[in-house]
């Protein structure tokens, strides 16, 4: 959930699936069809107690997009994406510290959605990510341990709003994860019917993109009417040639069983762009509301782009938590 300035312009925030680029299948008459993809591959060690380095399968993307004129002022559109990853690489090890042998890949498909598309924004409904996958400012890959993050981020019923005029962006969703099957009472399994609500609020004037996203979740458990709540407000600078800086803070809420749980959470992140090499670091602070939890971390990164569509990159990470190790990853991701 690493966005920068550019990332939020119109185009990426109207693009279907989860790649940023694009090969044109079919244009005409009308009838335009896209495909996009990313493969990225990585040798991590994670941020914890006594872990081991490991491959890992970070990200497989493979998706087709499908936009239709039906007037000069209308189209429709429709996307699916399969998401390839491989179960977590530090996650493949028992209690002794013995391989388990579940290192086997997963298929999903993470996004089935049709929709409405206009100078008024655009109108989707499916399984869709939701807007907080797009919250966070980090310029990690992997070792921002410490950062902002939400509970809800993708789902099957999902209806989205977004709009973008290039200087004011704004955005709505509403989920409800009911299968239609429970019964609704109090007996039903927790979270069988959890409604999620979103919004988003950004402004961009000359260098700098400000935004705030807020997300509710009800009924988290039904027998208890828990709740959870989050939101975090982010701005970027791009007024300093080469140069990118960004700050967020953010709080999730929960009320769970009548114990109610806030954590608060900073982060503040820079890059350098020097030719083709991008160097990176962050600090991310998180602290939860009366423990004695106050967390830091840090991370440093380097990336070289092979090519516009290729990259290679190198990641340290560390934090002041408890039995917690310094981490590592390197990796390289192709697209198309």
Same mark, same amino acid.
């Given at each position: 959930?690493?966005?920068?300035?550019?990332?939020?312009?119109?185009?990426?925030?109207?693009?279907?699936?989860?790649?940023?680029?694009?090969?044109?299948?079919?244009?005409?008459?009308?009838?335009?069809?896209?495909?996009?993809?990313?493969?990225?591959?990585?040798?991590?060690?994670?941020?914890?107690?006594?872990?081991?380095?490991?491959?890992?399968?970070?990200?497989?993307?493979?998706?087709?997009?499908?936009?239709?004129?039906?007037?000069?002022?209308?189209?429709?559109?429709?996307?699916?994406?399969?998401?390839?990853?491989?179960?977590?690489?530090?996650?493949?090890?028992?209690?002794?510290?013995?391989?388990?042998?579940?290192?086997?890949?997963?298929?999903?498909?993470?996004?089935?959605?049709?929709?409405?598309?206009?100078?008024?924004?655009?109108?989707?409904?499916?399984?869709?990510?939701?807007?907080?996958?797009?919250?966070?400012?980090?310029?990690?890959?992997?070792?921002?341990?410490? @950062?902002?993050? $939400? *509970? &809800?981020?993708?789902?099957?019923?999902?209806?989205?709003?977004? /709009? #973008? +005029?290039?200087?004011?962006? !704004?955005?709505?969703?509403?989920?409800?994860?009911?299968?239609?099957?429970?019964?609704?009472?109090?007996?039903?399994?927790?979270?069988?019917?959890?409604?999620?609500?979103?919004?988003?609020?950004?402004?961009?004037?000359?260098?700098?993109?400000?935004?705030?996203?807020?997300?509710?979740?009800?009924?988290?458990?039904?027998?208890?009417?828990?709740?959870?709540?989050?939101?975090?407000?982010?701005?970027?600078?791009?007024?300093?040639?080469?140069?990118?800086?960004?700050?967020?803070?953010?709080?999730?809420?929960?009320?769970?069983?009548?114990?109610?749980?806030?954590?608060?959470?900073? @982060?503040?992140? $820079? *890059? &350098?762009?020097?030719?083709?090499?991008?160097?990176?670091?962050? /600090? #991310? +602070?998180?602290?939860?509301? !009366?423990?004695?939890?106050?967390?830091?971390?840090?991370?440093?990164?380097?990336?070289?782009?092979?090519?516009?569509?290729?990259?290679?990159?190198?990641?340290?990470?560390?934090?002041?938590?408890?039995?917690?190790?310094?981490?590592?990853?390197?990796?390289?991701?192709?697209?198309?």
């Amino acid at each position: 959930m690493k966005k920068t300035i550019l990332a939020m312009a119109v185009p990426a925030l109207l693009a279907a699936g989860s790649a940023s680029a694009s090969i044109n299948l079919y244009n005409a008459e009308g009838v335009k069809v896209d495909a996009s993809g990313a493969a990225e591959v990585q040798y991590i060690q994670k941020i914890g107690n006594d872990l081991d380095g490991a491959w890992k399968l970070e990200d497989g993307d493979f998706a087709i997009n499908t936009e239709v004129a039906v007037s000069d002022k209308l189209s429709v559109i429709g996307a699916m994406a399969f998401e390839f990853e491989m179960n977590d690489a530090n996650s493949n090890y028992d209690e002794n510290g013995d391989p388990t042998g579940e290192n086997r890949s997963n298929v999903e498909n993470d996004e089935l959605y049709v929709g409405f598309k206009g100078d008024w924004g655009q109108f989707t409904a499916g399984r869709q990510y939701l807007l907080m996958d797009d919250a966070g400012i980090t310029k990690d890959y992997e070792l921002s341990v410490n @950062s902002f993050g $939400a *509970d &809800y981020e993708q789902a099957a019923q999902v209806g989205k709003y977004v /709009y #973008d +005029n290039g200087t004011f962006y !704004g955005a709505l969703t509403y989920n409800d994860k009911s299968d239609g099957i429970e019964d609704g009472s109090a007996n039903s399994p927790a979270g069988d019917d959890v409604r999620v609500y979103e919004g988003r609020l950004g402004y961009r004037v000359a260098d700098v993109d400000a935004r705030v996203y807020y997300q509710k979740a009800d009924n988290v458990d039904r027998a208890n009417n828990d709740d959870k709540d989050a939101y975090n407000f982010e701005i970027e600078y791009a007024g300093i040639e080469n140069v990118g800086i960004a700050a967020s803070y953010g709080r999730t809420s929960s009320d769970i069983g009548g114990v109610d749980t806030d954590t608060d959470y900073i @982060s503040l992140a $820079a *890059d &350098y762009t020097m030719g083709k090499t991008t160097y990176a670091i962050g /600090y #991310d +602070n998180q602290d939860v509301d !009366g423990e004695n939890s106050d967390v830091n971390g840090y991370y440093a990164n380097v990336t070289y782009a092979l090519h516009s569509n290729a990259k290679v990159y190198a990641e340290v990470g560390d934090s002041d938590g408890d039995e917690k190790d310094w981490g590592y990853v390197a990796g390289m991701e192709v697209k198309f």
